[in-house]
């Protein structure tokens, strides 16, 4: 089984990193930037459409 990975960017201080899907919070959900502390919805952090969708095949 391959694992899915998607790529995550900060809005606010532009730190980006990979996570898997299955360990991600609901994407309506609040999530916060471990390096700057912002907290947003975890959509807003997704890097890409794709990623997006991805992670909405999780849920």
Do not use: H, I
Not at 29 to 54: H, I, K, P, Q
């Amino acid at each position: 089984m391959v694992e899915a990975f998607v790529r995550l960017l900060c809005p606010e201080c532009g730190k980006d990193w990979e996570a898997s899907p299955s360990e991600l919070p609901d994407l309506k959900r609040n999530y916060t930037c471990s390096a700057c502390g912002a907290t947003r919805r975890l959509s807003e952090f997704m890097r890409t459409e794709r990623d997006l969708e991805t992670v909405k095949q999780f849920e």
